[in-house]
């Protein structure tokens, strides 16, 4: 080989701080979704063990892994150490509603650690959401920044958000439209912000950690006080479409009430089944996914349940259009709409296998979200983590510069 055609010691270099930069990524990628004994570290990422050792050293230095000694009752032979996403490191998640703000912080080991839920009496601004949403971030930075850090801050909107740069294009119930809330929420904290469609990252939620955990083609459909929006994985990536809008299973026609001067939201599902028909027909007002649940399951009223199988009648035939024409492995139902499920699952499932093609629905699963009303706040937070586990150690940097 001659001179001009051997590597350089810095490309040399270059390439092997990429390459390391790399690995700490795929090793807190997989902290992150769940603790994982050394030795199936190496065995996951095909490295060998004096990396992975330096890896997670290095990331316990970076303050975000550390290890601990593993359940002995479970080992065979020599024991290896479990290795655990560091939850002082920590994201702030917030979900604006029509009737609430909810704000919550995320460990970095996928856990919420707190969650405060702010009601308003209308749909806030967005003024308002990021004036309340500042105050509750400050409220809240001291106790967390103190004890690790704070990464950014992740943004659950239920509406259009354009995926490229986080605008608010269309937040029909909140009347958001063309809203830099990213920009206007990163100026009043401080903090990095990301937003982005809630369902959207609801479900990817579900599908690290909850019922779509190890799916590769799920769909997610979550109902909220903002109406029905849904996220679709796909092959085991989020299915955003060009600009970010797909997913909108909310507006899709289950209905046929067209006519010639009909709205964009006549015989809609989110017109058809609704969280404000619910509440009215159960006597409540302002109340949370478990007090929601909870009433459904103890009423006995006749009214309430003609109210439910109408709505679930409405749902199977969104969800007979979805298997047509995704052919997902499983149907992740989130918000008031695995309430309404809980009551009547047999039905639902029954309405949705009559309507499918047989051979499209014959392996599909319709099952609750198991994370909950932790869902959005989860999701949201994933929006923050991104950028710490693409890149551990440059972002750290970039967190300690702007401090």
């Known amino acids: 080989m001659n001179q001009s055609s051997a590597p350089s010691p810095s490309g040399t270099a270059g390439r092997g701080d990429r390459t390391r930069r790399h690995n700490l990524s795929r090793v807190l990628t997989l902290l992150h979704r769940g603790a994982q004994l050394r030795s199936q570290l190496t065995s996951q990422t095909g490295l060998n063990r004096s990396t992975i050792a330096a890896l997670v050293a290095e990331l316990a230095e970076l303050g975000l892994a550390y290890e601990s000694d593993p359940d002995p009752t479970r080992q065979v032979g020599r024991p290896s150490p479990m290795v655990n996403a560091d939850a002082r490191t920590v994201a702030i998640a917030i979900n604006p509603e029509v009737d609430a703000i909810t ?11 707190k969650r405060v839920r702010y009601e308003t009496e209308s749909p806030p ?10 105050v509750i971030i400050e409220s809240l930075k001291g106790e967390y920044e ?18 490229e740069d986080g605008l608010v294009r269309w937040a029909p119930h909140l009347e958001w439209r063309d809203e ?42 979550n109902g909220g006080a903002s109406g029905i929006g849904g996220g679709i994985i796909s092959d085991g990536r989020p299915l955003v479409g060009r600009a970010g809008y797909a997913g909108e299973f909310g507006h899709v026609r289950v209905v046929d009430s067209a006519s010639e001067n009909g709205t964009r939201e006549e015989g809609s599902l989110e ?49 007979r259009n979805a298997v047509n024409v995704l052919n997902p492995e499983v149907i992740v139902l989130g918000g008031f709409l695995s309430s309404i499920f809980a009551a009547d699952p047999e039905f639902l499932i029954e309405r949705v296998a009559a309507q499918s093609l047989e051979p499209s629905f014959e392996a599909v699963q319709i099952v609750p979200a198991q994370l909950g009303s932790d869902l959005l706040m989860i999701g949201a937070g994933e929006l923050a983590f991104a950028p710490l ?14 401090r």
């Open 103 to 113: 704000v919550g912080v995320v460990g970095l080991d996928g856990t919420l650690l």
């Open 125 to 134: 601004t967005v003024a308002e959401f990021v004036k309340i949403s500042s």
């Open 146 to 163: 103190t004890a690790g850090r704070v990464v950014g801050v992740g943004v659950a909107v239920p509406g259009l958000v354009r995926v």
């Open 180 to 221: 830099p809330v990213s920009q206007l929420l990163a100026a009043a904290t401080g903090y990095p912000v990301w937003t982005a469609n809630d369902a959207s990252v609801g479900a990817f939620a579900e599908h690290i950690y909850g019922a779509g955990r190890g799916i590769s083609d799920l769909i997610y459909l």
């Open 271 to 319: 017109t058809e089944v609704n969280r404000a028909a619910l509440l009215q027909t159960l006597g409540l007002t302002n109340v949370d996914a478990e007090t929601l649940d909870a009433a459904l399951q103890e009423s006995t009223d006749p009214a309430v349940s003609a109210l439910v199988r109408r709505q679930l009648l409405s749902l199977s035939t969104s969800l």
């Open 389 to 402: 586990l693409d890149d551990p150690s440059a972002y750290c940097a970039e967190l300690a510069g702007s």
